[in-house]
């Protein structure tokens, strides 16, 4: 059964940076598309970025397009999302998830992001 473990989230001011980690388990990471999502309070799930499996192409959504990085290591079967110049509207719960295959429904417990003024 897939399973994946965020980490790195925190409290921080806007402006500053944050890298999340997700330690992913029972997906073959290396031949699976990866992405991240988020959902602040009151507010639906949303996607945040995508990481293609073939060729490494990455695609994010258009707000945090040049300032939110996604990359991965498939030996480590590790998902990164360095962030940047973090602004108040990406606090939320961060999740990644396989984008494809029986575990595409799966999903951790998440990692807090808070953004202060």
């Known amino acids: 059964q897939g399973q994946f473990v965020e980490s790195g989230g925190g409290l921080v001011q806007a402006g500053e940076s944050l890298t999340l980690s997700c330690v992913v388990s029972?997906?073959?990471?290396?031949?699976?598309?990866m992405g991240w999502y988020r959902q602040a309070p009151g507010k639906e799930r949303e996607f945040v970025a995508q990481?293609?499996?073939?060729?490494?192409?990455?695609t994010y959504r258009d707000s945090v397009r040049g300032r939110f990085h996604i990359s991965r290591d498939n030996a480590k079967k590790t998902v990164y999302l360095q962030m940047d110049a973090l602004k108040p509207e990406d606090t939320g719960v961060y999740y990644c998830?396989?984008?494809?295959?029986?575990?595409?429904?799966?999903w951790g417990q998440g990692t807090q992001v808070t953004v202060s003024s």
């Open positions: 998830k396989a984008m494809s295959g029986p575990r595409a429904n799966v």
């Open positions: 990481s293609y499996w073939r060729g490494g192409d990455t």
């Open positions: 029972g997906v073959r990471v290396p031949t699976t598309d």
